[in-house]
T-cell receptor, first 114, second 111 residues
């Protein structure tokens, strides 16, 4: 049973470009979570999604960031017009159900903005 | 939201030593997990332990939910145990699904 998959593992973007990060949850998991690890700030929750629904986006920056989890295909975290402060590790996690369940993390995408 | 405090912030051990890491929560949690972030940056699930005690090889964890803390025990440490250990909790209610992480304990095991 494959784990949570994220791609790309490393992404380099110039300021002003768009970054698209992909996450495929574990088989049978319908809940996806995105977290960001900024240097010196630790791991912070960004957004919680179920298929075709955003459940909680309280951790998402108000501008330039969006997330989706379509009926088919991976979850996408999209960052428009990236700035140097967006450089971080972005982790995706998944869990199987509607009650509190263990979250399983992917290997992360390391975004570098030059 | 809940606050998560981990101690100690740094820990240096000789191979073979035992250690205890602690995690305190400001409020009750429905979900509590321990992770190891290895030197390559990957987050490895260690325990899902909202209450009680679990063991996995040289590692074990205990959560006392009524007193809002959890402990991670590492016995006979090895150099491969080096990295950052995080605990994280989910408060439930309006915070359902949202894990709040502690700042981590940086463990260095010397040969």
């Amino acid at each position: 049973n494959a784990g949570v998959m994220q791609n790309p593992r490393h992404l380099v973007r110039r300021r002003g470009q768009e970054a698209r990060l992909r996450c495929s949850p574990m088989k049978g998991h319908s809940h996806v979570y995105w977290y960001r690890q900024l240097p010196e700030e630790g791991l912070k929750f960004m957004v919680y999604l179920q298929k075709e629904n955003i459940i909680d986006e309280s951790g998402m920056p108000k501008e330039r960031f969006s997330a989706e989890f379509p009926k088919e295909g991976p979850s996408i975290l999209r960052i428009q017009q990236v700035v140097r402060g967006d450089s971080a590790a972005y982790f995706c996690a998944s869990s199987p159900g509607q009650v509190t369940y263990e979250q399983y993390f992917g290997p992360g995408t390391r975004l570098t903005v030059t | 939201g809940i606050q998560v405090e981990q101690s100690p912030p740094d820990l240096i051990l000789q191979e073979g030593a035992n250690s205890t890491l602690r995690c305190n929560f400001s409020d009750s949690v429905n979900n509590l997990q321990w992770f190891h972030q290895n030197p390559w940056g990957q987050l490895i699930n260690l325990f899902y332990i909202p209450s009680g005690t679990k063991q996995n090889g040289r590692l074990s964890a205990t959560t006392v939910a009524t007193e809002r803390y959890s402990l991670l025990y590492i016995s006979s440490s090895q150099t491969t145990d080096s990295g950052v250990y995080f605990c994280a909790g989910e408060a439930g209610g309006t915070s359902y699904g949202k894990l709040t992480f502690g700042q981590g304990t940086i463990l260095t095991v010397h040969p």
